[in-house]
């Protein structure tokens, strides 16, 4: 197997105690759209799928997709953060590929020279020849694909689609094979592999940079894991032993922008939004008042509705914590 068996995340991260406030987000989520063709049974799309307030909610972000109109006034701001921000991710709670200007969102980012990384995660069911090419022409550093199972039996069960496998593969093949200098990670979840995790690396272990199984663990909390054999969660995502974080640290490097330019402070829902990319810059957004009140909650344990229970802090990597630097990190946000 020609691929790195490792998580999609960077293992080259600067110690962030040391560094926070930092003057740019290190990530920051462009949300092209909240809707996906798939309903995994262990995502929160599943959920939304059968609720009656489905159409509200969207309402709510602003709509499906974002519009070229909010991507460019994003990319306008990010022009005014003093650094790169080191990674652009283009995904969200849908389905990247189903906004049809996304090669052109790419684009735009990659001639502002905004971000050292323009990335996105996708379920490859949507993946074209010529989607690869153009994404790839506008330039697309890295392609996280997501796989559902490796049999069609299986994508029903977890995804309750009817998908052509013998085709995504032919496709990933594709973007491997003329993909040049830019990354292609696959990862596919524990409980879509039935134990067939060696038939899985044999199968996309080549056409591949980096590949990994991913653990299935309750991220959503309108989800029912019943299902789940880990139900309470004795590794992360990451088959790391469980370490349980007090301050979460995705708010003091992350930022969000969601289809109708509201921006929140981490890769997760959170309400209320912090700013509106239609009314703020970016850049003010960041240093706000808002968000450093956020900093500061959760840096006190004064948990908001969001952060009770979420997953994400779980997740996170030793190089990020700040459970041990509160006091310090305090009084250097309290003097700006
Ligand atoms: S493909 Fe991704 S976003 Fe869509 S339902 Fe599955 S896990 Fe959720
Ligand atoms: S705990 Fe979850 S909701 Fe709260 S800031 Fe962190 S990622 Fe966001």
């Known amino acids: 197997m020609k691929a790195e068996n490792n998580p999609y995340y960077s293992?080259?991260?600067?110690?962030?105690?040391?560094?926070?406030?930092?003057?740019?987000p290190l990530t920051?989520?462009?949300?092209?759209?909240?809707?996906?063709?798939?309903?995994?049974?262990?995502?929160?799309?599943?959920?939304w799928k059968h609720?009656?307030?489905?159409?509200?909610?969207?309402?709510?972000?602003?709509?499906?997709?974002?519009?070229?109109?909010?991507?460019?006034?994003?990319?306008?701001?990010?022009?005014?953060?003093?650094d790169k921000i080191k990674d652009i991710n283009l995904t969200s709670f849908g389905e990247p590929l189903l906004h049809t200007d996304l090669p052109r969102i790419v684009r735009l980012i990659n001639e502002a020279g905004i971000a050292d990384r323009i990335q996105f995660f996708t379920n490859g069911t949507l993946l074209t020849k010529k989607l690869s090419e153009e994404l790839l022409d506008a330039g697309l550093s890295e392609l996280r694909i997501s796989l559902q199972g490796i049999t069609a039996e299986k994508y029903k069960d977890i995804a309750g689609a009817t998908v052509d496998l013998t085709q995504i593969i032919e496709r990933i093949a594709y973007f491997c094979s003329i993909k040049g200098n830019a990354k292609l990670y696959i990862k596919c979840a524990d409980i879509a592999l039935d134990?067939?995790?060696?038939?899985?690396?044999?199968?996309?272990?080549?056409?591949?940079?980096?590949i990994y199984v991913e653990h299935i663990v309750p991220l959503f909390k309108d989800v029912d894991y019943s299902y789940l054999e880990d139900k309470d969660g004795s590794k992360n995502k990451y088959?790391?032993?469980?370490?349980?974080?007090?301050?979460?640290?995705?708010?003091?490097y992350t930022i969000a922008v969601w289809p109708g330019g509201d921006v929140l402070p981490c890769c997760n829902f959170y309400e209320p939004p912090i700013g509106n990319v239609h009314t703020q810059s970016l850049v003010?957004?960041?240093?706000?008042?808002a968000r450093k009140e956020v900093l500061l909650r959760q840096l006190r344990c004064e948990y908001d509705y969001n952060c009770v229970d979420c997953y994400v802090p779980n997740n996170q990597q030793p190089s990020d914590n700040l459970d041990g630097s509160v006091g310090e990190i305090i009084k250097r946000l309290e003097v700006i």
């Open 11 to 24: 293992t080259d991260r600067m110690i962030l105690a040391e560094n926070i406030p930092l003057q740019t």
């Open 284 to 289: 003010d957004i960041w240093n706000g008042k």
């Open 195 to 210: 134990g067939n995790e060696q038939k899985f690396y044999e199968m996309f272990g080549d056409i591949c940079d980096k």
């Open 239 to 252: 088959q790391q032993d469980l370490k349980t974080t007090r301050v979460c640290p995705n708010c003091f």
């Open 51 to 82: 609720s009656e307030n489905y159409k509200s909610y969207i309402q709510r972000w602003g709509g499906a997709y974002m519009t070229l109109e909010t991507v460019e006034k994003a990319i306008f701001d990010c022009q005014s953060f003093p």
């Open 28 to 47: 920051m989520f462009f949300c092209p759209t909240l809707v996906c063709n798939l309903s995994c049974k262990y995502c929160v799309q599943s959920y």
